[in-house]
Nanobody, 123 residues
Framework: QLQLVESGGDLVQPGGSLRLSCIAP????????VAWFRQAPGKEREGVSL????????YYADSVKGRFTISRDNAKTTVYLQMTSLKPEDTGIYYC????????????????RGQGTQVTVSS
């Protein structure tokens, strides 16, 4: 059973930056596509970004293109989400999810999901 742990969430001012990390303690994220989702209060969970294991292709929601960057370390133990030019509407709980099959931004199709880390963008 793969466990996912997110970290890096914080309170940040508009225009600021944060880097979120997703790890699988005692395991590796090799063999898995990894996606970041977020959920704002009162809103549905939405896909933010994902990285494909086989070729490293990356995908982004339109709302974060040009501001967020997903990446992974060479050992494939950590997936990062670098967030810049943060806006109040980026506030929410950010989750990482992993799956061995293509799932796009379909949360229910990811077998493994973390507990989330809180990101708050406010002055």
């Amino acid at each position: 059973q793969l466990q996912l742990v997110e970290s890096g969430g914080d309170l940040v001012q508009p225009g600021g930056s944060l880097r979120l990390s997703c790890i699988a303690p005692g395991s590796t994220l090799d063999y898995y596509n990894v996606a970041w989702f977020r959920q704002a209060p009162g809103k549905e969970r939405e896909g933010v970004s994902l990285i494909v294991n086989s070729d490293g292709m990356t995908y982004y929601a339109d709302s974060v293109k040009g501001r967020f960057t997903i990446s992974r370390d060479n050992a494939k133990t950590t997936v990062y989400l670098q967030m810049t030019s943060l806006k109040p509407e980026d506030t929410g709980i950010y989750y990482c999810a992993a799956g061995s099959e293509w799932a796009g931004f379909q949360w229910d199709y990811y077998h493994y999901r973390g507990q989330g880390t809180q990101v708050t963008v406010s002055s």
